[in-house]
Nanobody, 115 residues
Framework: QVQLVESGGGLVQAGGSLRLSCAAS????????MGWYRQAPGKQRELVARVTTGGTTNYADSVKGRFTISRDNAKNTVYLQMNSLKPEDTAVYYC?????????WGQGTQVTVSS
């Protein structure tokens, strides 16, 4: 089992920045990729960004150039730096980890961007 604990959400004005953190613990050996998803009210959960063990990243088109995902393997932590935030970025943000065929999720952290 992999446990994921997110932190860093909150309320910010449009144009502001936030940094989310996700710390992994438990059976972390063999994690292939970690990422961030988000779910806004009434919408499906969508990929925001992910990073593989090798450092390959990919982003949703809506956040390219504004968000940066990074990973500190020594701390078993993945970060999401979010800049130039927009009201449409408002959602619950979930961290996830892929380990073998297992997909693990954090509890989510709320990000609210006011206009």
């Amino acid at each position: 089992q992999v446990q994921l604990v997110e932190s860093g959400g909150g309320l910010v004005q449009a144009g502001g920045s936030l940094r989310l953190s996700c710390a992994a613990s438990g059976s972390i050996f063999g994690i292939n990729a970690m990422g961030w998803y988000r779910q806004a009210p009434g919408k499906q959960r969508e990929l925001v960004a992910r990073v593989t063990t090798g450092g390959t990243t990919n982003y949703a088109d809506s956040v390219k150039g504004r968000f940066t995902i990074s990973r500190d393997n020594a701390k078993n932590t993945v970060y999401l730096q979010m800049n130039s935030l927009k009201p449409e970025d408002t959602a619950v943000y979930y961290c996830n980890a892929l380990r073998g065929v297992g997909l693990y999720w954090g509890q989510g952290t709320q990000v609210t961007v006011s206009s």
